[in-house]
């Protein structure tokens, strides 16, 4: 019997809240150790664990472990979203509720391999690692907050651009980490060296280039918060590119503000709804739910903490309302708990993106 086996069969209790997997994880903590290890000695490396991820599963946190030996004697595990924004709050908090167990070593995010000079990642035949990537910033005048990154590599062409991108990007989420890699890049683009025309950086030079620019940001935005105190919000009927109608609302002060990449996360909730006996649009009895829903929303983002709401469109079978943010924890948090609570009720669902100038914002939707 393996331990998967040996240990699906001792009757394990439901996994509902951190505290549980972790008592879990302690009673068979000698066990898990034992098959970590076998699994990253004898077999290259390897970083899955089927019993650890399908006990995490069962929080319904999107969250996958990745399991490795740290040096001889200790196992270490990092809890990733894989990138997922919406549910990256989630490792940090299972993490923060994590004991100590000797032996082990937890960790939030997929974080920065180390030392990078001797790593080479192999994917479908491509090389990746600092000596045949790099990279140069795009400055525009007009975004002069806006962190856009081109990497080159020099196996980068038309007919392999797809499976180059992948790796590239695989390798810049293991060099910068999890975290950064969605936190400190706002675009980021792939070529070949040949048609490059730019002065080349090397990929070493990442890093440094990254934590220097954000260092700029924090201390040109440190504190900023919008005050809507003499605002309003503005509603009017509209037509979508369909010809079908639409309802929007929101504060066109705000939409303007030049302090845009103090809050550079934009929290767009989507509601559905059956409206085909309303051209798209919902009945009464689903608006009253809909405000309802927004209203607690608005109630916990508040503008002083760093919070703003932009507004919402109804129209098509959804609302969308959006609000823009300082950080993505909270709204994550609190949106999976709104969607817990009205999942009987109405189909709801979040996306966060990191956009520092509200681009992907769309309130220009023709009257």
Same mark, same amino acid.
């Given at each position: ?146 962190? &856009? /990154? @081109? +990497? ?8 392999? *651009?797809?499976?180059? %991108?992948? #790796? ?127 209203? &607690? /929303? @608005? +109630? ?8 703003? *709401?932009?507004?919402? %469109?109804? #129209? ?52």
């Amino acid at each position: 019997m393996n331990i998967e086996e040996f240990i699906a069969q001792n009757n394990q209790p439901p996994i509902n809240t951190y505290k549980d997997f972790w008592d879990w994880f302690k009673s068979n903590n000698n066990s898990l150790h034992k098959q970590v290890n076998n699994n990253f000695t004898n077999n290259n490396g390897s970083t899955q664990n089927s019993v650890i991820n399908s006990k995490v599963g069962e929080l319904n946190m999107g969250l996958e472990v990745f399991a490795k030996m740290y040096d001889d004697k200790t196992a270490w595990l990092t809890f990733s979203a894989n990138l997922d924004i919406r549910y990256m709050v989630f490792a940090e908090e299972i993490i923060s509720s994590a004991p100590t167990i000797p032996g082990w070593k937890f960790s939030a995010h997929r974080t920065p391999f180390g030392p990078m000079n001797l790593f080479n990642l192999v994917i479908e035949g491509f090389n990746y690692n600092l000596d045949n990537m790099w990279f140069f910033p795009n400055n525009d005048s007009n975004y002069p907050d806006k962190i &856009d /990154i @081109t +990497i080159v590599h020099e196996d980068y062409n038309e007919k392999n *651009k797809s499976k180059i %991108i992948d #790796g590239a990007s695989a390798f810049i989420d293991i060099y910068i980490g999890e975290l950064n890699y969605i936190s400190l890049i706002d675009k980021l683009t792939y070529t070949s060296k040949d048609n490059n025309q730019k002065n080349l950086l090397p990929l070493k030079k990442l890093k440094p280039y990254l934590t220097k620019k954000q260092k700029k940001l924090d201390k040109k935005y440190k504190g900023v918060r919008y005050d809507s105190t003499f605002d309003g919000f503005k509603s009017y009927d509209a037509i979508s590119p369909n010809d079908e109608p639409m309802k929007v609302f929101f504060n066109p002060n705000v939409i303007s503000w030049d302090q845009k990449a103090s809050h550079p996360w934009i929290i767009e909730i989507l509601l559905r709804f059956d409206g085909d006996k309303h051209n798209g649009l919902p009945d009464e009895k689903t608006i009253q739910l809909f405000d309802k829903i927004e209203d &607690d /929303i @608005t +109630i916990k983002l508040n503008e002083t903490d760093g919070y703003l *709401k932009i507004g919402s %469109i109804t #129209g098509l079978n959804m609302r969308a309302i959006h609000f823009v943010c300082i950080d993505f924890r909270k709204p994550s948090k609190l949106l999976h708990e709104i969607k817990n609570q009205n999942n009987s009720l109405i189909d709801i669902d979040f996306n966060v993106i990191k956009d520092k100038y509200w681009e992907n914002l769309n309130y220009s939707i023709n009257p």
